[in-house]
């Protein structure tokens, strides 16, 4: 069965800290997908990566990074000299290859409150 | 871009009512979902579709039913409203290859 854990409910930082979000996920393939999502307070929930499970490479846009580790099934997100505008909830996902129809199965979520 | 648009932003029902919401994109996507979020919980899918008339129970399709009468439009169905269904729900829709999903803004129903 498929599983995304975040461990983390909450975390305060103030601003221009570096932060990570925790993800831990499980699954019985061998190949799936893993996402990150932003959900603001507007609510909508918006797209920040995926990464398929034969793609270990690390990833850098801007101020995001993922470090993607199948060794320990973690797909962590990180925010280097965080921001206001970062404050959201972040969910990771988990999709299946085989499974029909690109359904995912969602983390709890994370709130990230940033500080000025 | 991709705009997947909900009926209403918020909506109030009395318990024992028949409640619609409705989801609407306009990518020609194939798959839509219905997610219910809660606090601590995440997303839970209720239902999925991947055609037009087809329908796929989600993890928690209790006291919900959809309809797909056409490709763009996706409708959540809650027959009988009880005030365990006081939640967030949010549509989504993807291409069958894709895996990614785009969301709409959200419908937060409160059941009295």
């Known amino acids: 069965a498929q599983k995304v854990t975040q461990a983390q409910t909450e975390i305060s930082v103030v601003e221009k800290e570096d932060v990570t979000l925790d993800c831990v996920y499980e699954?019985?393939?061998?190949?799936?997908?893993l996402f990150w999502y932003k959900q603001p307070p507007s609510g909508e929930l918006v797209f920040l990566i995926r990464?398929?499970?034969?793609?270990?490479q690390n990833e850098i846009s801007g101020r995001y990074s993922w470090n993607f580790q199948k060794s320990t099934s973690s797909f962590n997100f990180t925010i280097t000299a965080s921001q206001v505008v970062d404050s959201a909830v972040y969910f990771c996902a988990l999709s299946e290859a085989q499974e029909y129809g690109n359904k995912l199965v969602f983390g709890a979520g994370t709130i990230l409150r940033v500080k000025s | 871009d991709v705009k997947v648009t909900q009926s209403s932003r918020y909506l109030v029902k009395r318990t024992g009512e028949k409640v619609f919401l409705e989801c609407v994109q306009d990518m020609d996507h194939e798959n839509m979902f219905w997610y219910r979020q809660d606090p601590g919980l995440g997303l839970r899918l209720i239902y999925f579709?991947?055609?037009?008339?087809?329908?796929e129970k989600g993890d928690i399709p209790e006291g919900y039913s959809v309809s797909r009468e056409k490709k763009e439009r996706f409708s959540l169905i809650l027959e009988s409203a009880s005030t365990n269904q006081t939640s967030m729900y949010l549509c989504?829709?993807?291409?069958?290859?894709?895996?990614?999903?785009?969301f709409g803004p959200g419908t937060r129903l409160t059941v009295t």
């Open positions: 989504a829709s993807s291409l069958p290859s894709s895996k990614e999903q785009y």
């Open positions: 990464r398929n499970s034969f793609d270990e």
């Open positions: 579709s991947y055609d037009v008339k087809m329908k």
């Open positions: 699954t019985r393939d061998t190949t799936y997908y």
